[in-house]
């Protein structure tokens, strides 16, 4: 007879990482404990108030009356074996900069699109537009790496934020990266399968279970671990990089294109007889192309994520994704310039760079195909960094705590399977058409980088280690070019959608709050963060249901004699003449066993259940206040899964009529059917 504590049978951890052994906590008086499960202190998710759960002997060191001396210590190589499922530099960059790195296939083309309105003279400005682009990702990247060291246990603008801007910021900040993470993932299936069904037309119908199949995909390989995530993601992450760089560097040798068959026989989308280029269409190609710097500060938020010392290796992944990205993004904007490319419709700027770069050959199918794989990849960013920074809401009580807990692989599960549900939402109310998404994409997350930058402000403030000034001017002024990206973005977009995020953000602040107002008040209830009053002993009942005689009877009896000191048994009789037979038979058999314990019949006029036996216990408990009363229902657990469907779910019924009506604790004590049992 056992009780399992997770319905997969796996145990979950809280986002400490802690495996292996049991964390104990001393309070004091000015103590304050958290508030429930999935909070960083290491111990076991509480129940609901009123209901506790029956553990078998084999389960005692995890139940909260365990003994701290019977429990062993930790093995030495505990760490070790965690950092198993942590990331290295290498595998951190395929695993959280696939969004950064896809962005490079619609970045330079969002900033050629812009410009193409001021015609041929407008394209000119390219180069000059992406230089600026790349500086305003060495000032992401520098400050990014201020906020790892600053901040190792992950949270990016989140915790920054928090720390120098206060509360209500630091949930904007959170919120808006959440919606962009969420966003992320719809955009990069979406974009990914478009070019398949580019390639292949005749999957364009059927569009949006491709999208599901791939975010499926994607949710199980997370769901197994960061880490096997970013060996899954390495090689096609390699492939891109490649292929991209050999496409850059072949066109630097290159004096006129290669190939224009892609763009043959596709009208242009450049304006005619436009000459000028005034600064609000520069500012907005600046900002259209900023979509680029998306997921650059995935790796600030999954810090935890990684191997020790931790944020040294995040320093090291973030230095090469801003590295590799700067690379890639004036490159093809150099090579667009030397090939005096233009935008057409239907194909993509990359795909025209690619052609006049490699030719159109296998090489040029290559590139295709890396960029299609990795824009459909890209999703895992999302992945890595939001159940992480979900993770810290929790445990800063703004998100259920549910969402804290890790699995034994350091998946934060439930995040990662909540992302995974959302996006599907999104996906499906799209029709897996990225243009319905493209539109709110990249606003949230300018919002977090404009936030951090603040707040790295007053840190180098408030520090005023060496070179202070200069580090703050540095965050100041990017901070100034990302809250003009964002009012630009939002702006120029409201119609096309953005309206909807500027309603979802300050709705996702209110739900937040009232989170962390709903925890404060159970926290108020429980006390927590006082010392209780000390433990005493009261006159304890234990009322057990029963309908017929079997083992688990026995078993359920053998447990209420052992926990109470008055145990009495309940069944609920039906005045009908097809029961009245079954009724007897009990009363007879009870009889016959006489264990020592009452058998106390609750006649029902209806078919209820759990109403009868909620009564008596209210009944009970009105007439001896002072006593602790227990009930206490014993279930079969079958021992193939399959046999679940064939219960009754009595159990069930009665637990949930006991805790609607009355204070009294439920104890579901389940015994175990073993493989050899037959029935």
């Not at 760490?79 to 960059?93: K, M, S």
């Not at 995530?229 to 991209?244: N, R």
């Not at 199918?365 to 824009?375: D, G, H, K, P, R």
């Not at 159970?522 to 002993?537: A, C, F, N, Y």
Request: with cysteine; charged share 15%.
């Amino acid at each position: 007879m056992s009780m399992v504590s997770q319905p997969d049978g796996r145990p979950e951890e809280p986002p400490d990482g802690t495996s292996g052994g049991v964390t104990t906590r001393r309070y004091g008086a000015d103590a304050t404990p958290p508030y429930g499960a999935g909070n960083g202190s290491g111990r076991r998710p509480a129940h609901a108030p009123g209901e506790a759960t029956a553990h078998a002997p084999a389960h005692a060191p995890d139940s909260a009356t365990a003994p701290v001396s019977a429990v062993p210590p930790a093995p030495a190589s505990a760490p070790a074996a965690g950092d198993r499922h942590r990331l290295t530099a290498l595998q951190g960059l395929a695993a959280l900069s696939l969004d950064a790195m896809a962005s490079v296939a619609y970045g330079p083309e969002s900033i050629v699109l812009v410009l193409a309105a001021a015609g041929a003279y407008g394209l000119g400005f390219t180069l000059p537009v992406t230089l600026a682009i790349a500086a305003l990702l060495a000032v992401l990247v520098a400050s990014y790496r201020q906020v790892i060291a600053a901040y190792p246990h992950g949270g990016g603008s989140y915790a920054v934020a928090k720390t120098h801007l206060g509360r209500r910021p630091a949930l904007v900040a959170a919120a808006s990266l959440l919606l962009d993470y969420v966003l992320n993932v719809a955009v990069s299936v979406t974009a990914g399968v478009a070019a398949l069904t580019s390639a292949f037309p005749a999957l364009y119908d059927d569009r949006t279970a491709i999208c599901l199949a791939v975010l499926l995909l994607i949710t199980g390989i997370n769901l197994r671990g960061i880490v096997d995530s970013a060996k899954a993601f390495l090689l096609p992450t390699a492939v891109f990089v490649a292929a991209v760089g050999t496409m850059i560097v072949a066109g630097l040798f290159r004096d006129a294109p290669a190939s224009t068959i892609t763009a043959d026989g596709h009208p242009s989308a450049l304006a005619q007889n436009a000459t000028a280029v005034g600064a609000l269409l520069l500012l907005k190609a600046f900002a259209s192309g900023c979509s680029a710097l998306t997921g650059v500060e995935a790796v600030a938020n999954a810090v935890p994520s990684f191997r020790a010392p931790a944020a040294r290796r995040a320093q090291r992944t973030e230095v090469a994704l801003g590295a590799l990205l700067g690379v890639m993004l004036i490159g093809l904007s150099v090579l667009i310039g030397r090939f005096h490319l233009q935008p057409v419709e239907g194909v993509t700027v990359l795909a025209q760079l690619a052609d006049a770069s490699l030719g159109h050959n296998a090489a040029f199918y290559v590139v295709q195909f890396a960029t299609m794989v990795l824009l459909a990849l890209a999703a895992n960013t999302s992945f890595g960094g939001l159940p992480v920074l979900m993770g810290l809401l929790a445990r800063d009580h703004y998100l259920p705590h549910v969402f804290g807990l890790k699995a034994d692989r350091e998946v934060h599960r439930h995040g990662v399977l909540a992302l995974a549900a959302v996006a599907a939402a999104l996906l499906v109310v799209s029709g897996g058409d990225v243009n319905t998404l493209v539109p709110l994409f990249a606003i949230g997350v300018f919002v977090g980088f404009t936030l951090c930058q603040i707040g790295m402000v007053r840190h180098w403030r408030l520090d005023r280690s060496p070179r202070w000034r200069g580090k703050a001017l540095l965050n100041g002024f990017g901070a100034l070019l990302t809250g003009v990206s964002a009012l630009v973005v939002t702006t120029t977009k409201f119609t096309e959608g953005a309206w909807l995020l500027v309603i979802t953000l300050p709705l996702l602040v209110l739900a937040f709050e009232a989170v962390h107002r709903a925890y404060a008040r159970i926290g108020e209830r429980l006390g927590l963060g006082r010392i209780p009053e000390t433990p005493r002993r009261a006159p304890s009942l234990v009322v057990v249901p029963v309908s017929h005689l079997s083992r688990l009877t026995c078993e359920a009896l053998n447990a209420a004699v052992s926990l109470g000191d008055e145990v009495v048994a309940v069944t609920v009789t039906h005045d009908a003449p097809e029961d009245r037979p079954a009724a007897e038979a009990l009363r007879r058999d009870w009889e016959l066993w006489n264990p020592g314990v009452a058998l106390l019949e609750l006649p029902s006029a209806t078919r209820s259940l759990g109403r009868p036996i909620a009564a008596c216990v209210s009944d009970l408990t009105t007439r001896r206040p002072t006593t602790r009363i227990t009930v206490l229902i014993p279930e079969a657990e079958p021992a193939h899964r399959w046999q679940r469907l064939l219960q009754n779910r009595r159990g069930a019924v009665v637990a949930r009529a006991v805790r609607r009506d009355t204070d009294a604790v439920i104890c579901r004590l389940r015994f175990r059917l073993e493989r050899s049992d037959r029935s």
